[in-house]
């Protein structure tokens, strides 16, 4: 690849990195706000925004929740510190001035995310998924903590790229949740669609379209330069032999 190129390929995985992350901080703002309900027990304002009352059950809008209020409380909480903590560890300008914290931040993070897969995956039995949703729950909570582990061990091991991609991939499922609650509305306000029929293609796109984008962009702007940095390494390895 010539100069030129790559020149473009830097620019345009920066223009990407910064709509994404600038995307995430919008997500994490509105959501941080959507768990407070949640864990102080009012949800009074929910139910006008669950599949039920959109489907016409006025009065069994929500009570799943009240039915099952701890797992509900402990998942938000954990979601909370989530969205506060995940903008700022994917910010690389924060993050190269403040490693110790980020590796800090980032155990903590770790442990919430880990709490919110497993509640994620007990509360799906009691929540409006559907049948698409509960299947990728059942798949998605648990690779979630798989990518992050991954990711911690590639820390440990001082291996940078894949902590960086592990940890993407990770963050793609945790945010893919987020996001089937905005598709669902877009789908129903501007395509007019069915609530049921919103919901199931949200969390197709959400869970599966999103993930192979990410994969997609891990593909093209951060494994090549990975593999060059590994051949690069072979001669100067070699050369420390000989001498």
Partial sequence: MGVKQ??????????????????????????????????????????????????GSIEEAGLHIPRNVRLWQVHSVCALVYLVISPLQFNSTWRNKHLLMHRRLGYVNAFFTVVASITGWMMVKHSESGPLGLVLNRIMSPWCIITLVLSINAARRRDLQSHRRWMLRSAAIGYGVLYTRSLLRLMILMFSCKVDTALECSFFIAWIVNPLLLEIYIQMYLTDATKKRATKSIPQQEAKIVT
Avoid: E
Wanted: proline residues 2%.
């Fill in 6 to 55: 790559l020149h473009q390929k830097n620019q345009q995985k920066q223009w990407i990195a910064t709509v994404v992350w600038w995307i995430t901080v919008f997500v994490s703002s509105l959501f941080s706000i959507y768990t407070l309900p949640f864990i102080s027990g009012k949800f009074d304002i929910y139910k006008y925004f669950t599949v039920s009352y959109g489907m």
